[in-house]
């Protein structure tokens, strides 16, 4: 997926059960990459996007992501657009769907109390090792090593979305579609909100919406927001989950 995958499970599990929970969420994840990656030439994805596989011929998992992309297309005015680079690129919603799907997994599992991070889509259940909420930091978009504030709770999905060159990993990866260019004015885009696979999405078409973005995001129901613009404004809900 081309980003660093933490996993912590506070659950009192055995170094056995653990290992074999952890082997199954990175399989999965190695699973997604595989299928959604679009630097590999092999991947399911591309094959797609080169005509090379029919709709019909799909995995169900690359149907399903596709149907949704569909959907969030039409909710957010065409802001989330998986074709905005001039092929297909679902990873603004495949990232957080694949987290999302783990986590789920494993709470049925029986693991209530988990926190999973790929670069910055973090899915929270339950509590740390401390007893305490999940404290999250949102990551400083000019400075790698702080944060601008942090979060806390017991079940969370956080998303992050940035727009700028050599601060974050992927670099201005989101584009505003209407002007088919590197999306401007929002520095960092965070929402808040129970599914992660959604939360990514919102996430990436607010960044791509730039500084309108920020009046979408007030609108959006049952998600909160931390959003950082390019002249260095930290803006945030009011009922965001802020950690003391």
Same mark, same amino acid.
């Given at each position: 997926? @081309?980003?660093?995958?933490?996993?912590?499970?506070?659950?009192?599990?055995?170094?056995?059960?653990?290992?074999?929970?952890?082997?199954?969420?990175?399989?999965?994840?190695?699973?997604?990459?595989?299928?959604?990656?679009?630097?590999?030439?092999?991947?399911?994805?591309? %094959?797609?996007?080169?005509?090379?596989?029919?709709?019909?011929?799909?995995?169900?998992?690359?149907?399903?992501?596709?149907?949704?992309?569909?959907?969030?297309? @039409?909710?957010?005015?065409?802001?989330?657009?998986?074709?905005?680079?001039?092929?297909?690129?679902?990873? @603004?919603?495949?990232?957080?769907?694949? =987290?999302?799907?783990?986590?789920?997994?494993?709470?049925?599992?029986?693991?209530?109390?988990?926190?999973?991070?790929?670069?910055?889509? =973090? %899915?929270? %259940?339950?509590?740390?090792?401390? @007893?305490?909420?999940?404290?999250?930091?949102?990551?400083?978009? $000019?400075?790698?090593?702080?944060?601008?504030?942090?979060?806390?709770?017991?079940?969370?999905?956080?998303?992050?979305? =940035?727009?700028?060159?050599?601060?974050?990993?992927?670099?201005?990866?989101?584009?505003?579609?209407?002007?088919?260019?590197?999306?401007?004015?929002?520095?960092?885009?965070?929402? =808040?909100?129970?599914?992660?696979?959604?939360?990514?999405?919102?996430?990436?078409?607010?960044?791509?919406?730039?500084?309108?973005?920020?009046? $979408?995001?007030?609108?959006?129901?049952?998600?909160?927001?931390?959003?950082?613009?390019?002249?260095? %404004?930290?803006?945030?809900?009011?009922?965001?989950?802020?950690?003391?």
């Amino acid at each position: 997926m @081309g980003t660093p995958v933490s996993l912590d499970i506070a659950d009192d599990r055995s170094t056995t059960e653990l290992t074999a929970l952890a082997d199954e969420v990175f399989a999965w994840l190695r699973e997604v990459d595989a299928r959604f990656s679009t630097y590999r030439t092999d991947s399911e994805v591309c %094959r797609f996007d080169r005509g090379e596989l029919l709709l019909s011929e799909a995995s169900a998992d690359l149907r399903r992501v596709l149907e949704r992309c569909a959907d969030l297309w @039409g909710a957010t005015d065409g802001f989330f657009d998986a074709y905005a680079t001039g092929r297909l690129d679902p990873s @603004g919603y495949v990232k957080g769907w694949a =987290v999302q799907v783990a986590s789920d997994r494993l709470r049925a599992a029986g693991v209530d109390n988990h926190c999973l991070n790929a670069g910055g889509d =973090v %899915r929270v %259940r339950g509590r740390s090792s401390t @007893g305490l909420p999940w404290r999250i930091g949102v990551r400083h978009p $000019w400075n790698p090593s702080s944060v601008c504030l942090a979060l806390t709770g017991t079940d969370l999905a956080v998303a992050t979305s =940035v727009a700028t060159s050599g601060v974050y990993e992927r670099g201005p990866h989101v584009r505003d579609p209407r002007r088919g260019a590197p999306a401007r004015g929002l520095r960092s885009v965070t929402v =808040v909100g129970h599914d992660l696979g959604l939360a990514d999405a919102y996430a990436t078409a607010a960044v791509a919406m730039g500084v309108a973005g920020i009046g $979408w995001l007030d609108r959006l129901p049952a998600h909160q927001h931390v959003v950082v613009t390019d002249d260095a %404004r930290c803006l945030h809900s009011t009922n965001l989950p802020l950690s003391a």
